[in-house]
């Protein structure tokens, strides 16, 4: 079997495809977007998720399905699964759409998540806030990405505007608890059709106005710090019997960890691992989910990814680097949006340091960089 079908044809569609072509692979993507990054490369099926005639056409047209959007229907994906393998299942899918059956499942697991609470009306919001305490974050159960429907309340006065900027007759939301983390990490593994399981090594992620800024892997955490993190992961993946890439979104406070929110799928925050591991994460993806020998994780030296929102910028500075690498998704510039991504590498620690003080300066990136350098160095 040699063509995968991938429902979503963004950057991670495209990435996938990247990585499936030296194993021979052929893609199709079914996606509604005129513009769609991935069909610049590979064949497109434009069709919304839940037209009846696309999903029999694309069923019949791939040995196996995927996917780039967590936010397919759970029953476009179920009518798939009953005619052609669908890696991940629709159970991890449904699971990872819904942010209260995401961390009540967390929960039942074991795995520490913040204090949450689920809001469908405005009393049940103030009684929510009485639980969770402020300051807090309101978000919508479904369809966030980018810290997109999503608001920071900082205190019980905040909760009308919130109900404003969220509420409805037919909310569908849950409070949480706003923790003071000392830093995000994330997990990003891969589960095989037989139940193997590995982990690259953990990522630390810095946000902007709540979408992904910078990933430094593998991230200066402690062995146990790293054990208890790849745990969870294993545990969640064990328990949704996931087949494929997911990313556990991890909170750091001190010696604990509490779970954010998981993706069913190839992640930003495991971008790196393109240049920066043995096996990428895009690779290891596709092996899974068509039954291949998973790849080795190990990392090869340190990296750390750059994202590119909203417009790229001049490439030069970092194609000049020795370690520099270059990702453009072909997509149009838009406000918010993610355009690409640059990765550094380097064998040392101080070594990707300079780099990224170079490239920050020369692209007047400093504010995105700074963190990272200062992680570098200890500071
Ligand atoms: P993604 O693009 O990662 O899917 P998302 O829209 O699903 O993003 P979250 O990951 O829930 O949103 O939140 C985005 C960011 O906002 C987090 O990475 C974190 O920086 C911050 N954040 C979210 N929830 C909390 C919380 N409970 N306490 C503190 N910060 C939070
Ligand atoms: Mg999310
Ligand atoms: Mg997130």
Redesign the pocket.
Known sequence: PGRVGILGGGQLARMLALAGAPLGLRFLVLDSAEEACAAQLVPQLRADYDDAAALAEFAASVDVATFDFENVPAAAAEWLAGRIPVHPGPRALAVAQDRLAEKSLFRELGIPV?AFEAVDSREALDAALARVGAPA?L?TRRF???????FRLRSAADADAAWAALGGPSAALIL????R?DR?LSVVAVRARDGEFRAWPLSQ?W?ED???AATLAPAPAGAEIEALALGHARRLADALDYVGVFAL?L?QCGDALLA??M?PRVHNSGHWTIEGAETSQFENHLRAVLGLPLGDTRARGHACMLNWIGALPDRQPVLAEAGGHWHDYGKSARAGRKVGHATLRADDLEALADALERVGRALGRQPQVAPVIACLRGG
Do not use: M, R, S
Request: proline fraction near 4%.
């Open positions: 913040p974050i978000k966030g990405y980018d810290g997109k429907g999503q949480e608890g706003f923790v983390f995000e992620n946000h709540g979408i992904l979104e909170f954010n929110e993706a």
